[in-house]
């Protein structure tokens, strides 16, 4: 009785818990993938709908099973619906995945399903076409951009790329690539649709150190705490290779080790990408030596490099 409770346990963990959808369009051909695969394991397709099992293909058959692949071609809408596919170890275990299939019914001018299942893609001006690589010798004929025909100098197509040169804001939208399949003599469209935003590169100005002011003299109370901020526009966009530091007596902070001297950065970008960087020295207790001492703040990006030193003075007594 135990191991029978057991079965029928284990048999329900098997199950994936996750359930992936897939758009298509009508009329075109369409692949989904059982997304776990080795070559060791056998697949079986389900149509959740019928519960029946999707055949391998047959003279003429619209929709059937290639191992790990679930074909249409071409795709129909009454095609939408729930399918599983369930693939089964050698040793007897099953795992299957529930993927649910939506047929978007073809209409002028709309080319791109509204749910869009590719990721964005966040980058430099080359986009991959879609599933491209689960059709053997596929041929791209065209790529849209929010539906109109992508042209201009701008543009290049390469493989199953798109390459925009310099991409900028007004470049960002919904990129489909339209390609041709050929399927034992018949020739299928197919279409894939992705966002893409493009992340510009920093663009470093010369440093401009905003506070301290060079040769400026503080004032401190010896054996208080005190905080140096240093902090400095660097250019437009985040750049990793800027640097805002502080040396004491031209040696770096980071190689004094004194406990005293902590330094910390942080950084943050303006309204219009405007990029900062501050570093505080936190000094947690004041010495007389550090009253001869030159607090430098030594600012660097691709462009060039900067600084500003400061030095301390005894805070006047109050006299009340
Ligand atoms: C998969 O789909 C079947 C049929 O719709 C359902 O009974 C089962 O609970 C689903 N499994 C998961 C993990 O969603
Ligand atoms: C597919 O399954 C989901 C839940 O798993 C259900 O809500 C939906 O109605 C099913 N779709 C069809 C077309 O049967
Ligand atoms: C797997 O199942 C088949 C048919 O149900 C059976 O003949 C075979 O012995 C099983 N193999 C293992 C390793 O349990
Ligand atoms: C993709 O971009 C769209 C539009 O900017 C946004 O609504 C969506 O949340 C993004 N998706 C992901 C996964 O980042
Ligand atoms: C690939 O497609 C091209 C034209 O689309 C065709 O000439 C060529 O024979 C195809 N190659 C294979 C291996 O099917
Ligand atoms: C593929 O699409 C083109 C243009 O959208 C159309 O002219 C052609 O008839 C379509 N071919 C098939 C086989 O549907
Ligand atoms: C601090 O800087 C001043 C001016 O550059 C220089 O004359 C002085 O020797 C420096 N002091 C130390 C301790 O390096
Ligand atoms: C910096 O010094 C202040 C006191 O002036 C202290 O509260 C703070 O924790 C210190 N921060 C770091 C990172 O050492």
């Not at 991409?167 to 893409?196: L, M, W």
Request: glycine fraction near 4%; charged fraction near 25%.
């Amino acid at each position: 009785m135990m191991e029978y409770v057991y079965l029928i346990l284990s048999a329900f963990l098997s199950v994936s818990m996750t359930s992936e959808t897939f758009d298509g369009m009508e009329g075109e051909a369409f692949v989904i993938k059982c997304p776990k695969w080795s070559s060791s394991v056998q697949v079986t397709w389900y149509n959740m709908d019928t519960n029946k099992i999707i055949p391998t293909e047959e003279e003429g058959s619209r929709i059937f099973s290639v191992n790990r692949f679930l074909w249409f071609l071409p795709t129909s809408r009454e095609d939408s619906g729930n399918y599983t596919s369930v693939i089964r170890f050698s040793n007897n275990r099953t795992k299957s995945f529930n993927m649910s299939v939506q047929i978007h019914p073809y209409k002028q001018g709309v080319c791109f399903p509204s749910q869009i299942h590719y990721p964005n893609d966040t980058g430099r001006g080359k986009i991959v076409c879609p599933t491209i690589d689960n059709y053997k010798n596929a041929t791209i004929i065209q790529w849209y951009k929010d539906c109109k025909p992508l042209q201009g100098e701008r543009f290049f197509m390469g493989g199953k790329y798109i390459f925009i040169h310099n991409p900028r804001k007004e470049d960002n939208g919904y990129y489909t690539c339209q390609f041709i399949y050929t399927h034992k003599g018949n020739v299928f469209n197919v279409s894939a649709t992705r966002i893409f935003i493009s992340k510009e590169k920093p663009s470093p100005l010369p440093p401009q150190i905003l506070f301290p002011k060079n040769n400026d003299v503080i004032e401190v109370e010896v054996g208080a705490a005190f905080s140096l901020k240093c902090r400095a526009l660097l250019g437009i966009r985040k750049d990793p290779l800027a640097v805002v530091t502080w040396d004491v007596d031209n040696i770096p902070v980071k190689h004094l080790d004194i406990s005293r001297f902590q330094e910390k950065t942080d950084s943050f970008e303006g309204p219009e990408h405007d990029y900062y960087r501050e570093t505080t020295l936190n000094i947690s207790k004041i010495k007389e030596e550090d009253l001869q001492a030159n607090f430098t703040c030594v600012v660097l990006n691709k462009m060039q490099n900067t600084k500003a030193t400061v030095t301390l003075k005894r805070k006047a007594k109050c006299l009340q």
